[in-house]
């Protein structure tokens, strides 16, 4: 069974599992103790999926402030390549959307790779429309 919990603290489990889970998604290097309880107290939000005790995915709910209002993004959704397929995903996902709603925000963006076919048809699939924006990125280097 699982089970959706919010991570309020920093302990070796939730460690360990952006040590497993991070590489599943992306090349950047795994957050440190210091960068997670930064997140923690910024007002984001951040879910485990829990089976049996072992943490198996992990999601973001990225909340800031800027001069146009309070807004969020849904960042580093990502589940065990073993439990993939069994909804753990959208649960994290739907966890993430109720969290944005107890804000009071009025919506939530996303971006996800192209080639993650099976995640851009839950996004569609949970009510995510495709918006038609450029997308910029500036290396800034090491």
Known sequence: MIRIDRVCSVEE??????????????QASIPTVE???ALLD?????????ENQQMVGLGCLCVFRSPSGLHAHIEDVVVEESQRGKGIGEALVLGLVEEARRLGL?????????RRQAANRLYA???????????YWLELGE
Request: a positive charge; charged letters at 15%.
């Open 35 to 37: 960068e997670l309880r």
């Open 106 to 114: 009025k919506g939530i963006s996303l971006t996800c790779n192209p």
């Open 42 to 50: 910024s007002g984001s939000v951040l879910l485990a999926a829990m």
């Open 13 to 26: 489990e939730l460690l360990a599992a952006f040590e497993r889970l991070l590489p599943q998604l992306t």
């Open 125 to 135: 699939r949970l009510g995510f429309k495709q918006w038609q924006t450029n997308n």
